[in-house]
């Protein structure tokens, strides 16, 4: 009698290479493996506060490196839907979520900077702020319109929504050029960089106006 034993090595190699090949355990993978790089930074900037390596001026500093990386993000966010277009692979999809939330993650530690540890959440001084600074008021509009997006980013508020949730999470464009705006408009000399960002995001939003022109010349 011919006995055929598995192997426990051969039962665990199976179950890995079945779950690495079902949808669920990529999606998961890929926005897990994101979601780890994307704190970097933030881990990044915590060692430097406690190692006294933010600069003189360590507020500001925070302020330019969580404004720079919520700014990125939010264009990787944007970049998802070309990239899944252009290579096919589907991996850029799930990583739209998890740019977007990490990107709202960032923008709440910049704001939180601000009114928190920049102005100790002083209402007299943040108004008086607001309003000699106009350029963080156009921030504070791109970080309110963030908020819809973040909250509603989840299959129950997709599925409730219905058609209405396209149009909230079409804010996106919206809040970056306002994220955009921002940036050039609080920079003193040189506008090399936001302009870089703002060249990223023209090109992105032509990308999806081609897009666009393509589909319903075909209807
Ligand atoms: C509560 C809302 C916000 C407030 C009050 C705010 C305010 C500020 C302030 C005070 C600075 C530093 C200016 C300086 O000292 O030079 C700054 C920088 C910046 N913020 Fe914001 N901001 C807000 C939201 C946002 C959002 C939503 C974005 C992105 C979409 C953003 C992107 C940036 C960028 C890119 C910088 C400059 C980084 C650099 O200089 O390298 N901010 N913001």
């Not at 839907?81 to 589907?90: C, E, W």
């Not at 600074?133 to 599925?159: D, E, V």
Request: a positive charge; aromatic letters at 18%; proline letters at 3%.
């Amino acid at each position: 009698m011919i006995v055929n034993f598995t192997t426990p090595g051969k039962v665990f190699s199976g179950l890995l290479i079945g779950s690495f090949n079902s949808i669920k355990f990529r999606k998961i993978l890929s926005r897990s493996l994101f979601y780890a790089v994307g704190l970097i930074p933030f881990l990044l900037l915590i060692l430097d506060f406690y190692s006294d390596r933010l600069t003189a001026e360590p507020i500001q500093e925070a302020m330019h490196r969580t404004g720079k990386y919520t700014l990125v993000l939010l264009l990787i966010t944007l970049s998802c839907t070309p990239l899944k277009h252009l290579t096919g692979i589907k991996v850029f999809l799930y990583l739209r979520k998890t740019a977007g939330l990490l990107s709202f993650s960032y923008a709440t530690l910049h704001a939180v900077i601000f009114f928190i540890f920049d102005y100790g959440l002083d209402f007299f001084f943040i108004k008086e702020a607001l309003f000699e600074k106009p350029y963080a008021l156009m921030g504070l509009f791109s970080y309110i319109l963030l908020i819809p997006l973040a909250a509603t980013s989840n299959h129950f508020f997709m599925r409730r929504l219905g058609k209405f949730w396209k149009n909230i999470h079409s804010l996106i464009y919206v809040l970056t050029a306002a994220g955009i705006f921002h940036f050039i408009w609080l920079v003193k000399s040189d506008y090399r960089i936001p302009l870089m960002y703002g060249l990223v995001f023209v090109f992105l939003m032509a990308y999806r106006v081609l897009i666009f022109i393509k589909k319903n010349s075909k209807l």
